[in-house]
C-alpha cells in the first residue's frame, strides 16, 4: 500500500467531523424525555426538526444512538456512556451558573419543588419550615401541579423534586412512596349526611355531592370505594381537592378529599366524616432518574419523610 492510500485512511477512519452544540443539546433532551416529541416540546421546536438532527447526528457518528421501537426510543450503551459524558459538561455550566448567583446572594441556594395542591396546604409549607429551621439560608421554588402535569415540570427544568398522591409515568422519572393519608368526606354543617357518623356508598344514592375524573388520583379511589353501588352522578366535577373543599364551602354539597387538605381554617366551617370501607391515597415523591438528587432535595426529602410520619389521624366532627 503506498504511503498516500495509508493517509487516505487514516484520515477516512479518525477525522469524523466533530459533533455541534446543538446536536449535543438535541441528544441531551431526548434522553431527558425518553422521545423525539417530548425532545421538540423541550426545545420548543418541531418533532421533524429534531429527528434531522438526531438523523444527521448519528450519520457522522457511524453508529446508532437509539434502538426504535413503535412507542419509545431506547439508548444504546454508546448512548448512554455518551450522556455521561454530555451530563458532566452541563452539571459544570450548572455549578458556574449557581456559584455566580450565590456569589451576589451570599450562599442561597435554591430548590424547586412541585407539588399537588392539596399537598400545599399544610404538608409541603411544613417540611419547608423545618428545613429553613436547619438551613437558613435556602430558596424555594413552589409550584401546584395536577399529578399529569409533573413531568412537564421535570421536562422544563422546574423541578428537583415532586410529591403528589399518584406518581407520573415516565421512563426517566423515579418515584418512592413515602406513606398513605386517609381520604375523608367533608361537607356543609347543614347537608344531609352531617349527622352520620361515618358515611358509606349508600349514602350518595341521592345526595348532592362533588366528584373527580375517572383518571385521577381520587377518582380512582372513589371507583373502588363505591364499587357495584351506583352513585347519583356528581353534581360538579373538579381535578383537586383543594378546589372541592371550596366548594364545599359554598354549599355545592359533600367531597372527598385527603386528609392532608383539611387545614385547621377549613375545619372551622365544614364537617369531617370518615368513610366506610376506609380508603387511602399514597404520597408520592418524583425524581430524575438520569442525574443524582441534588443535596437540598435530598435533604428536603428527609424533613418530608419526618413530616408524613409525624401526622397526627384524622379529627372527625362538627366544626370547631
Known amino acids: 500500500m503506498t504511503q498516500g492510500g495509508l493517509a487516505s485512511r487514516v484520515a477516512d477512519a479518525g477525522q469524523r467531523p466533530p459533533l455541534n452544540l446543538r446536536q449535543i443539546e438535541v441528544?441531551?433532551?431526548?434522553?431527558?424525555?425518553?422521545?423525539?416529541?417530548?425532545?421538540?416540546?423541550?426545545?420548543?421546536?418541531?418533532?421533524?426538526?429534531?429527528?434531522?438532527?438526531?438523523?444527521l447526528m448519528e450519520s457522522r457518528l457511524r453508529y446508532a444512538l437509539f434502538d426504535r421501537s413503535r412507542s419509545?426510543?431506547?439508548p444504546t450503551a454508546e448512548a448512554r456512556r455518551l450522556y455521561a459524558e454530555v451530563e458532566q459538561v452541563y452539571s459544570g455550566i450548572h455549578r458556574v451558573n449557581e456559584l455566580a448567583s450565590s456569589l451576589g446572594e451570599s450562599g442561597a441556594g435554591m430548590l424547586r419543588v412541585v407539588s399537588s395542591?392539596?399537598?400545599?396546604?399544610?404538608?409541603?409549607?411544613?417540611a419547608l419550615r423545618e428545613l429553613r429551621a436547619l438551613r437558613e439560608q435556602v430558596r424555594v421554588d413552589y409550584r401546584s401541579a395536577t399529578f399529569d402535569e409533573l413531568a412537564g415540570h421535570f421536562l422544563g427544568g422546574h423541578a428537583d423534586i415532586a410529591v403528589s398522591m399518584q406518581p407520573p409515568d415516565h421512563p426517566n422519572l423515579v418515584a418512592v412512596e413515602l406513606g398513605r393519608v386517609d381520604v375523608v368526606c367533608i361537607m356543609p354543617p347543614d347537608h344531609a349526611l352531617a349527622t352520620r357518623p361515618a358515611v358509606r356508598p349508600e349514602d350518595f344514592a341521592s345526595v348532592a355531592w362533588v366528584g373527580y375524573p375517572?383518571?385521577?388520583?381520587?377518582?380512582?379511589?372513589?371507583?373502588?370505594?363505591?364499587?357495584?353501588?351506583?352513585?347519583?352522578?356528581?353534581?360538579?366535577?373538579?381535578?383537586?381537592?383543594?378546589?372541592?373543599?371550596?366548594?364545599?364551602?359554598?354549599?355545592?354539597?359533600?367531597a372527598f378529599v385527603d386528609a392532608w387538605c383539611v387545614d385547621p381554617d377549613l375545619r372551622r366551617s365544614i364537617v369531617v366524616r370518615p368513610i366506610e370501607p376506609a380508603a387511602q391515597t399514597g404520597i408520592w415523591?418524583?425524581?430524575?432518574?438520569?442525574?443524582?438528587?441534588?443535596?437540598?432535595?435530598?435533604?428536603?426529602?428527609?424533613?418530608?419523610?419526618?413530616?408524613?410520619?409525624?401526622?397526627?389521624a384524622p379529627v372527625f366532627g362538627l366544626p370547631s
Do not use: N
Not at 441528544?27 to 429534531?50: C, D, E, K, T, W
Open 214 to 254: 375517572a383518571a385521577t388520583p381520587l377518582g380512582k379511589v372513589l371507583a373502588a370505594f363505591f364499587g357495584a353501588t351506583a352513585p347519583q352522578p356528581a353534581a360538579v366535577e373538579v381535578h383537586s381537592p383543594v378546589t372541592a373543599a371550596a366548594f364545599v364551602q359554598q354549599g355545592l354539597g359533600a
Open 72 to 74: 419509545r426510543l431506547t
Open 285 to 312: 415523591a418524583t425524581y430524575s432518574a438520569l442525574q443524582p438528587l441534588p443535596l437540598m432535595a435530598r435533604r428536603f426529602l428527609e424533613v418530608l419523610r419526618k413530616v408524613i410520619e409525624d401526622e397526627p
Open 117 to 126: 395542591a392539596s399537598f400545599g396546604q399544610r404538608m409541603i409549607p411544613c
Open 27 to 55: 441528544f441531551r433532551a431526548i434522553m431527558l424525555s425518553g422521545s423525539i416529541s417530548g425532545a421538540g416540546r423541550m426545545l420548543h421546536v418541531s418533532q421533524p426538526a429534531v429527528s434531522r438532527v438526531l438523523s
